[in-house]
């Protein structure tokens, strides 16, 4: 017999009675209670839908019974001879992923130190630039006048090699095709350049708990030398894997690298339009259907605008649209939907997203003119 479905009031209650507040809600002034979803849509519990830009986990159309048993065979396209760890549990993520491809960068190069950026996204908890447990050296993102600097992994590799350690890639969020013109990031930096470690989750099972590190035959090798095992109570899983092949298929068979190219080139050049109607808007960056655009309060002063970016998600929200914020002064208007996401709705959230900021804009605007009037102004 099914459980009676709770209604959002019941539901909130009992959150907030047995879960830590530091569980936050995406929405916490008026949380949403989702029932379901397909795509690039959500559904609440009375039926609305919303178009959803934030849930890059979910990463390509619907997983289900007709198309695992379609998924064949494959491989990872990242280097001839690798060597792969799958992860596998109910709260297996790509921070796990991290957490083992540090063990590996230890073992084989007998160093402790981590170098990361000063805003990474999904490093370990401990390794993180707020963290205790080890030396951690924090790096400034290479970012200049809104642009990722070309070539900056090839030579910060080449640095980390040289001193004697090992690169890292992180393509928990943007691998697998996400940034359209290649399957993974990194190679956005060069054809003729490879990471040590390349770690994966999310996305690669679609919402379902999996994750994966690969690395080469000499790192894998001198973390097998140690004797001990490496043990995930479900890494492996033939269901697991099963899921993850079917991910790889649906993103081939259904083309969604070349769409997320398309369609990523089509939301950034409609998002460079609203940069020239609305002086909020700072750099705009990103490739493929990964974007984030900087709100600012001044030009000059590039003072972030975190209040305004704030309002305008939530505004977003009442219009059906999710989006969320990143950046350390949570600034940046951040897109990542799942990849099936269409000309149509990145058409649909950048009008309302016209609308919204020009309606701030008129409100600024009235209350200048407000202020000037009370003040004898003519």
Not at 16 to 35: D, G, H, T
Not at 180 to 203: C, E, N, R, Y
Request: some cysteine.
């Amino acid at each position: 017999m099914a459980a009676e479905r709770r209604g959002k009031a019941e539901t909130l209650a009992l959150r907030q009675r047995l879960l830590s507040a530091s569980c936050r809600l995406f929405y916490p002034e008026e949380p949403i209670k989702m029932v379901r979803a397909g795509g690039q849509y959500m559904y609440d519990e009375q039926g609305a839908r919303y178009t959803d830009c934030i849930n890059n986990v979910a990463h390509v159309p619907d997983i289900g019974t007709l198309h695992i048993p379609q998924a064949q065979p494959g491989h990872l396209p990242l280097r001839t001879q690798c060597r792969c760890y799958l992860l596998r549990g109910s709260t297996t993520t790509g921070s796990e992923a991290n957490d083992l491809a540090l063990r590996l960068a230890r073992r084989y190069t007998g160093h402790w130190d981590v170098v990361v950026l000063d805003q990474p996204l999904s490093l370990t908890l401990s390794e993180a630039p707020t963290g205790r447990t080890t030396p951690t050296q924090q790096q400034p993102m290479p970012v200049r006048w809104g642009v990722w600097l070309t070539g900056h992994s090839r030579q910060a590799g080449r640095h980390i090699r040289r001193a004697g350690g090992l690169f890292v890639a992180d393509e928990i969020q943007v691998g697998f095709g996400r940034v359209g013109k290649h399957f993974w990031a990194f190679q956005l930096q060069g054809d003729d350049f490879v990471p040590d470690i390349v770690t994966m989750g999310k996305s690669i099972g679609n919402g379902h708990p999996l994750a994966c590190v690969a690395t080469t035959q000499a790192v894998a090798r001198a973390f097998e030398a140690t004797g001990v095992e490496y043990f995930n109570t479900f890494g492996g899983s033939p269901v697991s894997c099963a899921v993850g092949l079917a991910v790889l298929d649906v993103l081939e068979k259904e083309q969604l690298q070349a769409h997320a190219s398309h369609v990523g080139s089509f939301l950034l050049e409609l998002l460079r339009q609203q940069k020239a109607r609305h002086p909020i808007i700072g750099d705009i960056r990103g490739v493929g259907l990964f974007v984030g655009v900087d709100l600012i309060k001044d030009e000059a002063t590039r003072t972030p605008a975190t209040e305004e970016a704030a309002y305008l998600v939530s505004r977003l929200k009442e219009s059906y649209i999710l989006l969320s914020t990143d950046g350390p002064g949570r600034n940046v208007l951040k897109f990542k939907p799942p990849m099936c996401f269409s000309l149509d709705n990145a058409q649909q959230v950048v009008m309302k997203l016209d609308a919204i900021l020009t309606d701030m804009e008129e409100k600024v605007r009235s209350c200048k003119t407000l202020r000037l009037q009370a003040q004898g102004c003519p």
